[in-house]
């Protein structure tokens, strides 16, 4: 087994080894999260059921329940543990984006302690290559007001970088106005301001989604 190797091989730094990823099937589970134990590395807990993606974060929250319980039997504290609830390409699976909010919500009350990460990119997966980093900024954004811990991201996107680092929170609060239905006076904002804001409403509902949503 290719992770097992990699454990056997590993030299200790400061920082734990991260297995990605242990998915919520008991075949995968009771065979990797052992392995993870003995080699006292972290975990990243994929929300990927015996019937594939959760339909919603009940399902999510129950998938999520089965294998921490799992883990924490074999001596893994929830600390170690990096939940991935799964993030899906916005224009074919919205209403996922909005239960896997609604799932981050709930992971402290189930898992006090427990970490949580995503592949980020998934949401623009599918739509133009332009509109990928507007997708993945925003969307970064509004989960971590629901909690996400970290996210795995393209590195090579600075204004991802700068968002995430605290430096531009002229678009976090954009953003947060428009998840919490203020008013919000397009008029007075930026052009990319703007831009922020009608992709928060897309990724919300709000605006049906099209390859066009920030010219309208």
Same mark, same amino acid.
């Given at each position: 087994?290719?992770?097992?190797? @990699? ?13 990605? %990823? ?12 052992? !392995? ?7 975990? $990243? ?18 998938l999520c329940v089965e294998l921490l319980y ?5 001596? $893994?504290?929830n600390e170690k543990i990096w939940v991935d609830?799964? *993030? ?10 909005? %239960?896997? !909010?609604?799932?981050? =919500? ?9 970490? %949580?990460?995503?592949?980020? =990119?998934? $949401? ?16 970064? *954004? !509004? ?7 970290? *996210?795995? =991201? +393209? ?8 968002? @995430?680092?605290?430096?531009?929170? +002229?678009? *976090?609060d954009v953003i947060y106005s428009v998840m919490? +239905?203020?008013?919000?006076?397009? @008029?007075?904002?930026? +052009? ?17 989604? %099209? ?6």
């Open positions: 087994d290719a992770i097992e190797a @990699a454990l056997k091989v590993y030299k200790e730094t400061p920082l734990p080894p991260i297995v990605n %990823s242990i998915m919520c099937r008991p075949e995968r589970y009771e065979r990797m999260v052992p !392995m993870a134990a003995e080699y006292n590395a972290d975990f $990243i807990a994929l929300m990927w059921g015996p019937d594939g993606l959760p339909r919603d974060e009940n399902e999510r929250a129950a799992f883990a924490n039997e074999a001596g $893994i504290p609830g799964i *993030v899906t390409p916005v224009n074919i699976q919205q209403p996922q984006l909005m %239960s896997l !909010m609604t799932f981050q =919500s709930m992971i402290q009350d189930m898992a006090p302690g427990a970490k %949580s990460t995503c592949g980020l =990119s998934n $949401i623009s997966n599918g739509p133009p290559t332009h509109l990928r980093p507007i997708l993945n900024q925003t969307y970064m *954004v !509004m989960l971590q007001k629901h909690g996400m811990y970290s *996210v795995i =991201s +393209d590195p090579l996107d600075e204004q991802l970088t700068d968002i @995430a680092k605290g430096k531009r929170q +002229d678009i *976090v919490d +239905d203020k008013p919000v006076d397009m @008029a007075s904002l930026s +052009d990319e301001l703007q831009q922020y804001a009608k992709t928060t409403s897309v990724i919300l509902g709000k605006t049906l989604y %099209s390859d066009s949503w920030l010219e309208v």
